[in-house]
């Protein structure tokens, strides 16, 4: 029998069956694919909104704390700056403090208050009311709750000693408020006295309020002549009082979201260290803090108040799952081209958050202008993108993959942070870019250095000089204190300016160029410091001509007497208009350092104090056994030194009449020089608007 053949009718061909079945193959596939894909999907894009909701929240709470950050922090500068008013003056008088004061509120509007009490004893109880009747109020005492802890204050019993509020901007009712009577006050002013640190308050009721808001206080200790003496046990007795600076946690959150909006978010803060933990301190609306607790979408992030920790919770009150999750189930024949879209669109998102974090490896910090660079690194203004306030951001370039100059960069942040003088320039923030290279950021200072003010306004009146310097020696008395030397102090790094209405307002700069001291280092002799002191690891000699003590030119080792010479030297500028040593070169000076004396301060200046001549040459002696042992040691003669107060009305007078013409000054002879820069053996100077140094623009 022959082969059978298909029918007429039902025409197949190996081609056409293997098209159909093909054709059903995929029809299959895609279909139980994309069912199967679309449940795949539906999860994948449930955890993935419930991942971008919750990225969504620490954004926005990112965003929170920055901005709580900078409204809280601005105000703690300001009281720093009170206490250095009062530790530099033996007398501040109630109209000095109420412009202080005012200024300080007048920028920052959420500050509650701004006051002063001064630690007073038992036995100046009625001198001190007094006084403070004629001053002030008629009706002023010493007053405390009653024993019933009810409201109003009565006058206060009798105790050895006191700590009254004097001075207040605006005036509260909680004037002469004693607030050493109530026990948990009093601990706090303990522990900032023997610390010399500002303190905290947890949540406070005022004496003033009739119910229960919810304030925060500062405590800053301050101390005649500007810091504490070292023996921790001697701080409290010789304290002069405490700046104390008021918050209404409420209010600033209130307006902390009206900058950066809420939303659908639900926003509380708690303090950590209360007693209980998590005391509420502030919520966006009634029943905030136990909704954020019972919600699955909840974000939170710490914030550091003074000694205190913070925290800011939010949640969400919607469902983090949107409608797309759901129509990817009805839309189930289409899942193939639906992955391919989400699989592209996961990709653009995924490039876009690299970009993202490459792009905020600065932190939050935008780069401005260059304000000058030096052999490690390069200095920008710059400003924070929510906080918008102008800082200066140090950025290591040269030698980046250097081991060494990383170590070096790293180790100038670590040491200058652990300055907090108000005369010492303040960093806000350090970290490392995409690319591994070291920046930190600190303080723009807009004022004059002292080099410019010498140059261009020449010797400066005797009670000035004695001004300005008496704040550098505040400042390096902290760090010498905790083991720290400045080793390159010379005009160029001396800023002037006017600080929260307070002229001629000293900020030391450069810190970068400390060394750690040892134990041994403090001493008076170091047989074993090691040659060459003066040079970093890279070889580089680090040292001004005329400021750099000789002990250091000739490769010696360097203490807390090598900063003395220095001081001198800058102290001598300042009275004669002219450096102590001349020469035609950088060679010729440190021969002359190292051969010769510098001329008499007198003998250029015959009204210079002979005590104050004496002082400047015995920091300026060649040996270091034959200067002043110690910052504290020039400071006790300052004492003695028979010169006139410089008054902040004739500082204000100088910035008014003088300072613009010295500014203008400046900037003609900045136009007029060359790209090449003047050679320095500093590195880049925080704060200036231009190398080598800044001055208002």
């Known amino acids: 029998m022959g082969e059978k053949q298909p029918s007429p009718d039902l025409p197949r061909t190996p081609a056409s069956v293997a098209h159909r079945w093909q054709l059903w193959t995929s029809v299959t596939i895609v279909l139980v694919s994309g069912i199967a894909l679309s449940v795949f999907a539906f999860a994948a894009l449930r955890q993935r909104d419930r991942t971008a909701h919750m990225a969504s929240i620490e954004g926005r709470l990112a965003g929170l704390v920055a901005r709580l950050r900078e409204t809280i922090e601005t105000p703690v500068e300001s009281a720093n700056s009170v206490a250095g008013l009062f530790g530099a003056s033996n007398l501040v008088e109630r109209d000095e403090f109420a412009r202080f004061a005012d200024a300080a509120l007048s920028r920052e509007p959420l500050v509650y208050a701004l006051e002063w009490a001064p630690r007073v004893s038992g036995y100046d109880r009625s001198r001190f009311e007094a006084d403070a009747r004629a001053d002030g109020p008629g009706d002023y005492e010493i007053r405390e709750l009653p024993d019933d802890g009810d409201r109003p204050l009565v006058r206060a019993n009798a105790y050895d000693e006191y700590v009254p509020i004097l001075y207040m901007a605006p005036y509260r009712s909680g004037l002469g408020f004693d607030i050493a009577s109530q026990p948990e006050r009093r601990t706090l002013l303990q522990q900032a006295c023997r610390t010399a640190l500002p303190v905290a308050s947890g949540r406070t009721r005022l004496v003033e309020d009739p119910t229960e808001d919810v304030a925060v206080m500062v405590y800053v200790p301050t101390w005649a002549r500007g810091a504490p003496p070292a023996e921790i046990g001697k701080r409290c007795a010789v304290l002069q009082g405490y700046v104390v600076l008021v918050f209404r946690v409420q209010p600033i959150v209130a307006a902390v979201i009206r900058d950066v909006p809420l939303g659908d978010l639900d926003l509380a803060i708690t ?60 839309l189930g024949l289409l899942v193939s081209l639906l992955a391919a879209v989400l699989a592209g669109g996961a990709s653009l998102m995924a490039r876009l958050r690299r970009r993202v974090r490459q792009a905020t490896q600065l932190g939050q910090y935008l780069l401005e202008e260059e304000l000058g660079r030096g052999g490690m690194g390069i200095v920008y203004r710059a400003h924070h993108v929510m906080m918008r306030r102008p800082t ?228 300026l002696a060649r040996e270091p056994d034959e200067r002043p042992a110690s910052v504290q040691e020039i400071l006790d003669e300052l004492v003695t030194v028979p010169v006139p107060e410089w008054t902040g009305e004739q500082a204000a007078a100088w910035w008014r009449d003088e300072a613009l013409r010295v500014q203008t000054a400046v900037r003609t002879q900045r136009a007029s020089r060359s790209e090449a820069r003047t050679q320095r053996t500093v590195v880049i100077a925080f704060g200036r608007r231009s190398e080598p140094a800044s001055s208002a623009d």
């Open 271 to 330: 303090d950590l260290g209360a007693a209980p933990p998590g005391a509420v301190l502030a919520e966006a609306s009634p029943g905030a803090n136990a909704r954020i607790a019972a919600s699955s979408t909840r974000a939170r992030d710490e914030l550091r108040f003074v000694d205190r920790t913070w925290v800011v919770e939010v949640a969400a009150r919607s469902s983090p799952v949107g409608a797309g999750a759901i129509a990817v189930l009805l």
């Open 392 to 619: 200066a951001l140090k950025l290591l370039v040269s030698g980046g993959d250097d081991p060494v100059h990383q170590a070096q960069f790293e180790r100038e942040v670590q040491l200058t942070s652990k300055l907090t003088h108000p005369n010492t320039i303040a960093i806000y923030d350090y970290g490392r870019t995409a690319d591994g290279l070291f920046y930190y950021v600190m303080e723009y200072v807009d004022g004059i250095a002292l080099c410019d003010l010498i140059e261009h306004a020449g010797a400066q009146p005797v009670a000035r000089t004695v001004h300005l310097m008496r704040q550098v020696l505040y400042a390096l008395r902290e760090a010498h204190g905790i083991g720290l030397i400045h080793r390159d102090l010379t005009p160029s790094n001396l800023m002037i300016s006017v600080r929260g209405g307070v002229a001629d307002f000293v900020k030391v700069l450069d810190f970068g160029l400390v060394k750690e001291l040892s134990s041994e280092d403090l001493s008076a002799d170091d047989p074993d410091a090691a040659p060459h002191d003066s040079l970093d690891k890279s070889g580089r000699f680090f040292g001004t001509p005329g400021y750099t003590p000789p002990e250091v030119i000739v490769g010696g080792g360097t203490d807390a007497r090598s900063d003395l010479y220095a001081v001198g030297a800058i102290w001598f500028a300042l009275l004669t208009g002219r450096p102590a040593f001349e020469g035609s070169g950088a060679p010729a000076i440190f021969a002359a350092q190292m051969q010769a004396s510098p001329r008499s301060v007198r003998e250029l200046r015959p009204e210079v104090p002979a005590q104050l001549d004496v002082l400047v040459a015995r920091c």
